[in-house]
């Protein structure tokens, strides 16, 4: 029986985080934090760059939808992953699994936009006098929509098939979410070649996304190495090398969690908590909120604000 025909199987089981009732409610508490620093400072970035016309570049550009990314990204599982953490039934619907499935198969796909971020990182640090031009508001706005296009077309590729493979009688997903490692224990049929679809959709995609922002970061350290000021290079160093990290977990435990089998271990559980909800949130802090420009905005766009109090 397929999935999408779900005749005897309503719902499923998500065994979440922990079966611990106390570990439960310090979980709940610690992810709801996290949860709503994830909006805060993901909603500040939109509302401050749209609010601001000096932030009204490409970067920043770029630095909206990656807010927006990550708004969606978390938003799709984490209010469900607290529900259930306070819930005795910690069940998931057949129709709800398939779509927070199809949703995180298409934002997790899309932060391809951190390649084109560090492209357009590597312009503005190794030929600024050409920045203008190489990045035109024609070239930035597509290659944002690029990303989403590729992130739309791996899960056009993936998520169908999963929803054409047979149901078992077991119901029970050992995670806290649903993703499409997760739908593959629910089938009793062969998932060879949804495992093959989802390798040859994704391989491609993460290797040149991370090929390009290797590259991109070669290039901005080796203009770094050139700067005579000694706090330009360290302050430069420790830029690319914290977004660098980011990219690295981010990339790492996506592919860790994706492609080694679904087992329900903690160090898969962690792997997935890292690139689903820790990532979002630190997002805000590494690309913008440290960042001057973006502070004297934040300053400027309250002072508005608060005068019309």
């Known amino acids: 029986m397929a999935l999408g025909n779900h005749s005897t199987m309503m719902e499923s089981i ?9 570990t439960q409610a310090l979980l709940f508490v610690l992810f709801l934090l996290v949860y709503l620093l994830t909006l805060t400072g ?10 601001d016309s000096h932030l009204h570049t490409p970067m920043y550009y770029f630095l909206s939808h990656l807010s927006f990314l990550d708004l969606c990204f978390s938003s799709v599982t984490v209010p469900k992953m607290l529900e259930n953490l306070l819930s005795k039934r910690k069940t998931i619907s057949v129709e709800s699994c398939l779509a927070q499935a199809f949703f995180v198969f298409i934002t997790a796909g899309t932060e391809a936009l951190y390649s084109v971020m560090a492209y357009g990182r590597c312009v503005a640090i190794c030929q600024p006098l050409l920045y203008g031009q190489e ?10 929509w690029g990303s989403w296009s590729l992130g739309i077309l791996n899960t056009l590729i993936s998520a169908p098939l999963a929803t054409k493979m047979g149901s078992c009688d077991t119901h029970i997903i ?6 499409l490692p997760s739908l593959f224990l629910l089938s009793c049929s062969d998932a060879s ?12 995609h ?56 679904m087992s329900g271990s903690s160090l898969e559980l962690v792997f997935s908590v890292l690139y689903s909800i820790v990532i979002p949130m630190l997002n805000p802090l590494i690309y913008s909120l440290r960042n001057k420009e973006v502070k004297a905005a934040l300053h400027r766009t309250l002072g508005k604000y608060l005068q019309c109090f």
């Open 174 to 179: 050992p995670h806290y979410s649903c993703e």
């Open 42 to 51: 993901n909603m500040t970035m939109r509302w401050v760059i749209r609010a």
């Open 193 to 204: 070649t949804n495992l093959i679809a989802m390798l040859w959709s994704l391989s491609p």
């Open 14 to 22: 998500l065994l979440g985080l922990s079966s611990d009732p106390h």
């Open 206 to 261: 993460g290797v040149v996304t991370s090929l390009s922002i290797f590259f991109s970061c070669a290039c901005i350290v080796s203009t770094i190495l050139s700067i005579t000021s000694t706090s330009g290079r360290s302050k430069a160093f420790s830029m690319c090398s914290s977004r660098l990290t980011t990219v690295i977990l981010f990339s790492g435990s996506g592919f860790l969690h994706y492609f080694t089998p």
């Open 135 to 144: 990045m035109s508001e024609q070239r930035y706005a597509l290659l944002v």
